[in-house]
Each structure stands twice: as C-alpha cells, then as structure tokens.
T-cell receptor
C-alpha cells in the first residue's frame, strides 16, 4: 500500500503563478517525520524541509511554504510567485519509527513545469 | 566536509554484465541506505546497512542484487547479470546515527543504463 500519495502527477503553471503540491500520508505511528525533496532536471535530490509530527506550525521560507495538517494527514507545499527555475519533480516522503533505520517512504512525485 | 559521494554518476552495461555502484558516506556516518528510482517513479528503499552489517534488505530483489558496507571503504551495490529492467537511478544516503530525528543525506545518484 502506498504510504505517501502525491495525486498530482504533473502540473504546469505560468511564471509568477502560485502553485500548491499536495501530499497525503498514511501511518499508525504517533511520532514520524515528513520531508519534501526537489529533483531538478540534473537529477540530484535537494532537501527542502523536514517536519516532525508534533509540530503543526506552518513554515515559510522565502517563496516556499508548507501546510501540515494532522487531521487530514496532509503536508502540502506551496510555491508563491513561481519561477522557471522551480521546474522540477517534487517528492514528499515519510519516515516512521516502524521503518528499519527510519528509511524514507517516498511518494511518486509531482512534476512541476513553470513556463515563462 | 564532503557530502555523500557516489560513483560513477553514469554507468552503461550490456545485458548480462555486472554493475558495481559505489557510495562513500559523509565523514562520521556509519549508516547507509540504498534507494532505487525507476523511470517516472519515486524512490524505493532497497537496503539499510551499518558498517559490516546488512540490517534490512527487505527492498532488494532476491536475486542478482547484493550490497555490502565493509569496515574500510565505500558501500557497494552489486547487480549481477543485469537486465534492461535494472535501468534506473540508484541513490545512496548516509546518516551518523539512527534516530527518527536524524536527517539522511543523499548522494547525487548513479544512473544505470542497460543496453
């Protein structure tokens, strides 16, 4: 069963639009961590954020913001005023205490294309 | 402080050959994870190793795949008799200790192409 669901396979926006990437997770643990990674066309994984299950405070970092809601098991990611350089595949991931070594469960990713 | 180093970055093998992927963890990190990313897919956990021990290989295919993390030297993911379906990006991550609060650092990946 998929533990992390990113329902949006591809999103295309025009530069300067805001865009929200959805992430829904499933876990029985009370303590867990959620992550977002960016994978640009060059292929490496870029760490964006890590959030623990006890901290539901929304976070903002420049044009990026994250909305964590335990009630709906969601950890959504919003890019404000998108730019062409934001074009990438974005992965949401879950780390649970029940995973050996706290290995990550990744979603299938959302491919974001920002056009000029 | 160098990050997680994977080599080669790109590897081309003919069907039936062996592929060896190397991962040098960050200095001081004794925990290594291997993930596989098939085309158009997210990363899937393959194996978790500590120095000289395989802790969890539940994500590894039962045949042809093996991993090691010796006392000295890099971690090696070995794929014998490669087939086209093994074409993927293989990522290694390392961490200094195993707690839920510890971030794992990823290498840049090795892209294996089987022709």
């Amino acid at each position: 069963a998929q533990k992390v669901t990113q329902a949006q396979t591809e999103i295309s926006v025009v530069e300067k639009e805001d865009v929200t990437l959805d992430c829904v997770y499933e876990t029985r643990d009370t303590t867990y961590y959620l992550f977002w990674y960016k994978q640009p066309p060059s292929g490496e994984l870029v760490f964006l954020i890590r959030r623990n299950s006890f901290d539901e405070q929304n976070e903002i970092s420049g044009r990026y913001s994250w909305n964590f809601q335990k009630s709906t098991s969601s950890f959504n990611f919003t890019i404000t005023a998108s730019q062409v350089v934001d074009s990438a595949v974005y992965f949401c991931a879950l780390s649970e205490s029940s995973n050996s070594g706290y290995a990550l469960n990744f979603g299938k990713g959302t491919s974001l294309l920002v056009t000029p | 402080n160098a990050g997680v180093m994977q080599n080669p970055r790109h590897l081309v093998r003919r069907r039936g050959q062996e592929a060896r992927l190397r991962c040098s963890p960050m200095k001081g990190h004794s925990h290594v994870y291997w993930y596989r990313q098939l085309p158009e897919e997210g990363l899937k956990f393959m194996v978790y190793l500590q120095k000289e021990n395989i802790i969890d290989e539940s994500g590894m295919p039962k045949e042809r795949f093996s991993a090691e993390f010796p006392k000295e030297g890099p971690s090696i993911l070995r794929i014998q008799q490669v087939v086209r379906g093994d074409s993927a990006a293989y990522f290694c991550a390392s961490s200094p200790r195993v707690t839920l609060n510890t971030e794992a650092f990823f290498g840049q990946g090795t892209r294996l192409t089987v022709v």
